[in-house]
């Protein structure tokens, strides 16, 4: 077995103890927490930017313009999908 260890095995090498789980469980949450953080701003950008239409001012939305935003709408039903939301 490789020296390098990961997390889980360092829980096993403590005996399967209620702490050492416990605290792989708190450093997973924690994690998940603020990656969780970091999409909500992403999510609010977002929402910001679409706002604004995209930076798109009417009389200059050409093709380019709408590959563009349809790549991205793509890009999010992928999310959407891979996270469980159907449609």
Known sequence: MSQTTTARHEARADGGCA???RRNQQ????AFIAVKAEIDTLLGQLRAL???????????VNWAH???IAHARNQLREVARFLGIEG
């Open 50 to 60: 679409s706002d604004e239409h995209f930076h798109a001012a009417p009389e200059s």
């Open 27 to 30: 450093q997973a949450l924690s």
């Open 19 to 21: 702490d050492g789980a």
């Open 66 to 68: 709408v590959g563009s």
